[in-house]
C-alpha cells in the first residue's frame, strides 16, 4: 500500500510539474512570437520612412521617406563590421572592455554637454528652478500649479535639492547634464554586466559595450534634464542584481534591487513597467520554484516603490501645509493617449491639464470626466476601424520610429547658454536633414534588425532571465501604445534592446559560420 500509495504521489507530482511546465512555455512563446512581430513592424516602417520632432518648441511631429536599398545597404555594412570585430573581440578582456567604455562615455558626454550649453524650459525648466528655490528655503511654488497637478515629479525635484545642497549648485543646466553623463556610463557597465549574467557568455557582453558606445543618440540625450538617464540606470542596476540572486541564491541581492528599482521609480514613474516585469518573472519563479524568497522581494518593491514616492511628496507637503492628493489621474494619460493632437496621435494635447483644472482641481470629477472620453475614444475605434488602424500605427511609429527619441530637438528648442560653434551648431540645425540624423536612423535600424533575430534564434530558449528585458519592452510598448504618447519615452525601451542585439548578433555570426563551413 505504502509503494502505490508514493507510486501515485509521485506520478501526481510530476504531471504538476509537467502542466506548469507547459504553461511556462506556452508564456515564454507567446512573449517571444509577439515581439517578432512588433520588432519585424518596426524594423520594416523603420526601412521605408523615418519620423522626427521638430518645429520649435512644439513637438511635431514629421515624416521622411527613406531610401529603402540604402538602408539594406548600410545594414549590410554594418553586420560586416561588427564580424571583423568578432577577432579582435575575442582577445580583449571583459573588464578592459567595460572601462574602456566607461571612461569613454563620460568622455565624449562631457565634452558634448559643455559645448552644447543646453538650457531648461518646460518640464526640466519647472523642476530645476522649484529645486533651487527649496535650496534657498521657499516653498512657496509648491501652491502653485505645477506641483498640484504633478506632485509626482517631486522625486525628481528632491534629488535634484540634495545635489544642489552638497555641491552648491544653482538652476543651472550643465551639472546635471553631467550627472546624466556619469549615470549613462554606469547604465553602460550595468548593461554589459547584465549581458554577462543573463546570457553567460562574454563575447555577448562584449558586443553590447561596443554597441552602447556607438549610441550616440545617449549622449545627446544627456543633455535633456529630466530623470529619465538617472531612473534608466537604477533600473538597469536593480535588472541586474536581481539576476545576481538567480546565481548566488542570497535573499540580499532581492533586497537590494528592491532598493535601486524603488529609487528608480521614485524619480521616473515609468519604471513602474520594469518593476511590474520583475514582479511577473518573481511570481513565475516562486510557482516553478516553490520558492517563498521571491514573494519577499515582490512586497519589498511594492512596499518600497509606493512608500519612498508618497513619504517625499509628504515631507514637501509639510513644509507649505498644503495637500497635494488631488493630482491629475492616471486614468486621464490613458484619455489623452487615445485622443488626436497636433503634434502625432496619441501625443500631448493639454486635455488631462485642462480636464483637472475644469474638475476644480478634484481627481475624483477628472477620472469621471477621463472615463467618459475613453468611452468616446473606444466608441469611434469601434465605429471605424480604418481610422483605428491608421491612429495606433501613426502613434507607434512617431515614437518607436523616431530615432533621435527627442534628443536633437532638446537642442533646438531650448535656449543655449552660449552661442555654439562648429559641430556643436550643426548638429542641431535642419535636424531631419544632417549626419547625426541619418546616423541615429541606421544605428536604430540595425538595433532592430539584431533584436529580432535575437526573437528569431531563441524562440525555443526557456530561461526565465532572458524574458526579462523582453517582458519589458513589450510592457514598455504597450502602455505607451495606449497611454501618453512621446519618443523621448521609448529611449529606455531602446537601450534595453541593446544586450538583445548583442546576442543577436553573436547568434548570427555562428549561423553563418555554420552555413559556410557546410559549404
Same mark, same amino acid.
Given at each position: 500500500?505504502?509503494?502505490?500509495?508514493?507510486?501515485?504521489?509521485?506520478?501526481?507530482?510530476?504531471?504538476?510539474?509537467?502542466?506548469?511546465?507547459?504553461c511556462l512555455k506556452i508564456f515564454q512563446y507567446f512573449i517571444c512570437i509577439l515581439l517578432i512581430f512588433i520588432m519585424?513592424?518596426?524594423?520594416?516602417?523603420?526601412?521605408?520612412?523615418?519620423?522626427?520632432?521638430?518645429?520649435?518648441?512644439?513637438?511635431?511631429?514629421?515624416?521622411?521617406?527613406?531610401?529603402?536599398?540604402?538602408?539594406?545597404?548600410?545594414?549590410?555594412?554594418?553586420?560586416?563590421?561588427?564580424?571583423?570585430?568578432?577577432?579582435?573581440?575575442?582577445?580583449?578582456?571583459?573588464?578592459?572592455?567595460?572601462?574602456?567604455?566607461?571612461?569613454?562615455?563620460?568622455?565624449?558626454?562631457?565634452?558634448?554637454?559643455?559645448?552644447?550649453?543646453?538650457?531648461l524650459n518646460g518640464d526640466s525648466s519647472n523642476i530645476i528652478i522649484s529645486a533651487y528655490q527649496f535650496t534657498q528655503?521657499?516653498?512657496?511654488?509648491?501652491?502653485?500649479?505645477?506641483?498640484?497637478?504633478?506632485?509626482?515629479?517631486?522625486?525628481?525635484?528632491?534629488?535634484?535639492?540634495?545635489?544642489?545642497?552638497?555641491?552648491?549648485?544653482?538652476?543651472?543646466?550643465?551639472?546635471?547634464?553631467?550627472?546624466n553623463v556619469i549615470c549613462l556610463a554606469l547604465t553602460y557597465v550595468g548593461i554589459i554586466l547584465l549581458c554577462a549574467?543573463?546570457?553567460?557568455?562574454?563575447?555577448?557582453?562584449?558586443?553590447?559595450?561596443?554597441?552602447?558606445?556607438?549610441?550616440?543618440?545617449?549622449?545627446?540625450?544627456?543633455?535633456?534634464?529630466?530623470?529619465?538617464?538617472?531612473?534608466?540606470?537604477?533600473?538597469?542596476?536593480?535588472?541586474?542584481?536581481?539576476?545576481?540572486?538567480?546565481?548566488?541564491?542570497?535573499?540580499?541581492?532581492?533586497?537590494?534591487?528592491?532598493?535601486?528599482?524603488?529609487?528608480?521609480?521614485?524619480?521616473?514613474?515609468?519604471?513602474?513597467?520594469?518593476?511590474?516585469?520583475?514582479?511577473?518573472?518573481?511570481?513565475?519563479?516562486?510557482?516553478?520554484?516553490?520558492?517563498?524568497?521571491?514573494?519577499?522581494?515582490?512586497?519589498?518593491?511594492?512596499?518600497?516603490?509606493?512608500?519612498?514616492?508618497?513619504?517625499?511628496?509628504?515631507?514637501?507637503?509639510?513644509?507649505?501645509?498644503?495637500?497635494?492628493?488631488?493630482?491629475?489621474?492616471?486614468?486621464?494619460?490613458?484619455?489623452?493617449?487615445?485622443?488626436?493632437?497636433?503634434?502625432?496621435?496619441?501625443?500631448?494635447?493639454?486635455?488631462?491639464?485642462?480636464?483637472?483644472?475644469?474638475?476644480?482641481?478634484?481627481?475624483?470629477?477628472?477620472?469621471?470626466?477621463?472615463?467618459?472620453?475613453?468611452?468616446?475614444?473606444?466608441?469611434?475605434?469601434?465605429?471605424?476601424?480604418?481610422?483605428?488602424?491608421?491612429?495606433?500605427?501613426?502613434?507607434?511609429?512617431?515614437?518607436?520610429?523616431?530615432?533621435?527619441?527627442?534628443?536633437?530637438?532638446?537642442?533646438?528648442?531650448?535656449?543655449?547658454?552660449?552661442?555654439?560653434?562648429?559641430?556643436?551648431?550643426?548638429?542641431?540645425?535642419?535636424?531631419? +536633414?544632417?549626419?547625426?540624423?541619418?546616423?541615429?536612423?541606421?544605428?536604430?535600424?540595425?538595433?532592430?534588425?539584431?533584436?529580432?533575430?535575437?526573437?528569431?534564434?531563441?524562440?525555443? +530558449?526557456?530561461?526565465?532571465?532572458?524574458?526579462?528585458?523582453?517582458?519589458?519592452?513589450?510592457?514598455?510598448?504597450?502602455?505607451?501604445?495606449?497611454?501618453?504618447?512621446?519618443?523621448?519615452?521609448?529611449?529606455?525601451?531602446?537601450?534595453?534592446?541593446?544586450?538583445?542585439?548583442?546576442?543577436?548578433?553573436?547568434?548570427?555570426?555562428?549561423?553563418?559560420?555554420?552555413?559556410?563551413?557546410?559549404?
Amino acid at each position: 500500500f505504502l509503494y502505490i500509495y508514493y507510486v501515485c504521489g509521485d506520478a501526481m507530482n510530476n504531471k504538476k510539474k509537467m502542466k506548469k511546465h507547459v504553461c511556462l512555455k506556452i508564456f515564454q512563446y507567446f512573449i517571444c512570437i509577439l515581439l517578432i512581430f512588433i520588432m519585424f513592424f518596426l524594423l520594416i516602417k523603420s526601412l521605408i520612412s523615418t519620423a522626427t520632432v521638430k518645429e520649435g518648441i512644439y513637438e511635431i511631429v514629421h515624416y521622411n521617406s527613406d531610401n529603402f536599398l540604402v538602408n539594406i545597404l548600410m545594414l549590410i555594412l554594418y553586420i560586416a563590421a561588427c564580424f571583423l570585430l568578432y577577432p579582435i573581440l575575442k582577445k580583449i578582456k571583459l573588464k578592459y572592455i567595460a572601462l574602456f567604455i566607461f571612461c569613454a562615455t563620460i568622455l565624449m558626454g562631457v565634452i558634448w554637454v559643455i559645448n552644447a550649453q543646453i538650457g531648461l524650459n518646460g518640464d526640466s525648466s519647472n523642476i530645476i528652478i522649484s529645486a533651487y528655490q527649496f535650496t534657498q528655503g521657499d516653498y512657496s511654488i509648491l501652491t502653485k500649479s505645477y506641483f498640484k497637478h504633478y506632485p509626482f515629479q517631486l522625486g525628481f525635484t528632491m534629488l535634484c535639492q540634495l545635489l544642489m545642497t552638497i555641491f552648491s549648485w544653482n538652476d543651472n543646466a550643465i551639472p546635471f547634464a553631467i550627472v546624466n553623463v556619469i549615470c549613462l556610463a554606469l547604465t553602460y557597465v550595468g548593461i554589459i554586466l547584465l549581458c554577462a549574467t543573463i546570457f553567460k557568455k562574454d563575447i555577448v557582453a562584449k558586443y553590447s559595450g561596443v554597441l552602447c558606445l556607438f549610441c550616440f543618440t545617449a549622449i545627446l540625450f544627456c543633455t535633456f534634464v529630466y530623470g529619465i538617464v538617472i531612473s534608466l540606470m537604477f533600473s538597469v542596476w536593480g535588472i541586474f542584481i536581481y539576476t545576481k540572486y538567480n546565481k548566488n541564491n542570497k535573499i540580499v541581492y532581492l533586497c537590494i534591487s528592491a532598493f535601486l528599482l524603488g529609487v528608480s521609480y521614485l524619480i521616473k514613474t515609468n519604471a513602474m513597467i520594469v518593476i511590474i516585469a520583475l514582479m511577473i518573472i518573481s511570481l513565475i519563479y516562486m510557482i516553478n520554484e516553490k520558492n517563498s524568497k521571491y514573494l519577499i522581494f515582490i512586497v519589498m518593491v511594492m512596499v518600497l516603490s509606493m512608500s519612498l514616492k508618497t513619504i517625499t511628496i509628504q515631507v514637501y507637503e509639510n513644509k507649505e501645509n498644503i495637500n497635494l492628493d488631488d493630482s491629475e489621474p492616471l486614468i486621464g494619460w490613458l484619455a489623452m493617449g487615445l485622443q488626436e493632437s497636433e503634434r502625432a496621435p496619441g501625443w500631448y494635447n493639454g486635455f488631462n491639464y485642462g480636464n483637472f483644472e475644469a474638475s476644480g482641481l478634484s481627481s475624483n470629477v477628472a477620472k469621471e470626466n477621463a472615463l467618459r472620453e475613453i468611452k468616446k475614444s473606444l466608441n469611434r475605434f469601434i465605429d471605424n476601424p480604418s481610422y483605428t488602424k491608421d491612429f495606433f500605427e501613426g502613434k507607434i511609429c512617431s515614437q518607436w520610429n523616431e530615432p533621435t527619441f527627442e534628443s536633437l530637438w532638446f537642442g533646438q528648442s531650448r535656449p543655449s547658454y552660449v552661442e555654439r560653434q562648429g559641430i556643436f551648431k550643426i548638429a542641431y540645425e535642419n535636424i531631419d +536633414n544632417n549626419g547625426f540624423y541619418y546616423y541615429m536612423n541606421f544605428y536604430q535600424q540595425f538595433i532592430y534588425l539584431l533584436t529580432l533575430l535575437y526573437f528569431t534564434f531563441n524562440i525555443k +530558449n526557456h530561461d526565465l532571465n532572458h524574458i526579462i528585458i523582453p517582458l519589458i519592452i513589450l510592457g514598455g510598448f504597450t502602455y505607451h501604445a495606449l497611454f501618453e504618447a512621446k519618443s523621448q519615452f521609448i529611449f529606455t525601451y531602446f537601450l534595453l534592446m541593446v544586450p538583445l542585439a548583442a546576442s543577436g548578433i553573436v547568434k548570427l555570426h555562428c549561423f553563418s559560420k555554420k552555413v559556410f563551413n557546410k559549404r
